[in-house]
């Protein structure tokens, strides 16, 4: 049985949460081969051509500022699959439904088994995950392993064991090495987990607090400063893309936290906008869920700093360094509207039923169905990719 898990309730949830997973599966392997390689993915696809894992290393990291560790993924998905476009693809699609599990699982873990559904829920129907779900780039991977990052992290605050110290050591390295930006993601825990102290938020149960937290912050400093001596060892002066200057910062980041709250959901990302903010209120009335609520508010808002360094740097303003963040935006939205089903006195009364865990695979469909209704899907975003004719690309399979 589950840990923590009311007798009689794994049914609906597992039940639950294969509908998700199958949805989330669905949406991101469908017509995978069929939109063309754009510049970057034939970037990817160049690298993982290289014969020897030695030469796939050394060529990712001479691409740069990426990490290595994506191009290495990409090469295993092409030798498995196939040569092809989804051969290519399909390692970021798996990446992309694995991270809606593991949002499962941390937000079970941080808030309760209803809430952890929502969360899984609203990311496998997010329409820019499912977007960069479906291109060979590492921001499916990078979700991934920030939430295992996130799920490390917590396990070192609430067991301070050697096995907990080494996961969250071994994450944060794998998560620097998918792509700089998961520097972020370590910073967001740290600070949350200093605001956690500040406001008295302790996770429960925890034992010896300010150990855990000084043990979590050298795991998470020593898989960075690890990471990052690696990737400065192998890595060759690339300079960055200087494709379209920003012309306003507020209104490019207001763009990006539409994107990570809203998905591409239409006039309901409104309503979800509304659940991430009444998550933040639920954090502050509910002592047990100030700690994740804090932890995951200040990752979100660490999702401004690629912004801000893009726009100081002239460079486009892109969602997808931001990417990191999502999952935690999901949890919080998803904390919000657990905290309204409470509010309408709508518990659990300790037991979860089908009905009540069949809600979650309901919101995804209606919010699906909502886009579709105002002619739109995360799909239309895949037109604007255009393919360099100086580069290698694959044809439909």
Request: proline content about 5%.
């Amino acid at each position: 049985m589950i840990p923590n898990t009311p007798p009689g309730s794994v049914l609906p949830e597992c039940g639950a949460l294969v509908v998700i997973l199958l949805l989330a599966a669905g949406l991101r392997f469908h017509h995978l081969g069929q939109a063309p390689l754009w510049y970057d993915e034939q970037t990817q696809y160049a690298v993982a051509r290289e014969s020897t894992v030695s030469g796939i290393w050394r060529a990712g990291l001479r691409n740069g500022p990426l990490g290595a560790a994506d191009y290495l993924a990409n090469a295993a998905s092409l030798r498995l699959v196939g040569e092809t476009r989804t051969g290519l693809r399909a390692a970021q699609a798996c990446f992309g439904v694995l991270a809606v599990l593991a949002t499962f699982l941390l937000a079970r873990r941080w808030l309760d088994v209803r809430a952890a559904l929502v969360a899984a829920a609203l990311l496998s129907v997010h329409g820019v995950h499912i977007q960069f779900s479906r291109e060979a780039r590492p921001y499916a991977l990078l979700t991934l392993t920030a939430v295992l990052v996130a799920l490390a992290f917590d396990g070192l605050v609430r067991s301070r064991s050697k096995l907990a110290f080494s996961a969250l050591a071994g994450a944060a390295l794998l998560l620097l090495l998918v792509h700089p930006c998961g520097v972020f993601v370590c910073a967001g825990l740290g600070l949350g987990a200093l605001a956690a102290v500040v406001c008295r938020a302790k996770p429960s149960p925890e034992t010896r607090w300010a150990p855990a937290a000084a043990w979590s912050a050298v795991a998470m400093s020593g898989g960075a400063f690890l990471a990052y001596a690696l990737w400065w060892h192998w890595q060759a002066p690339v300079p960055l893309a200087h494709d379209k200057a920003s012309e306003s910062f507020i209104a490019d980041t207001l763009h990006v936290y539409k994107a990570l709250i809203g998905g591409y959901w239409g006039a309901s990302a409104y309503a979800v906008m509304l659940a991430c903010f009444a998550g933040c209120v639920a954090g502050l009335k509910c002592t047990a869920w100030r700690w994740p609520v804090l932890l995951s508010l200040a990752i979100g808002l660490l999702a401004v700093v690629p912004a801000l360094l893009c726009y100081r740097s002239g460079i486009m303003i892109n969602t997808r360094y931001s990417l990191f963040a999502m999952p935690f935006v999901c949890i919080l939205s998803a904390a919000g509207i657990e905290q309204c089903c409470r509010v309408a006195g709508s518990t659990l009364c300790g037991r979860l039923t089908f009905r009540q865990a069949m809600l979650a695979p309901a919101l995804a469909l209606l919010l699906l169905g909502l886009a579709l209704v105002q002619h739109r899907s995360p799909y239309d975003l895949e037109t604007w990719k255009a393919t360099n004719p100086t580069l290698p690309t694959l044809e439909i399979p």
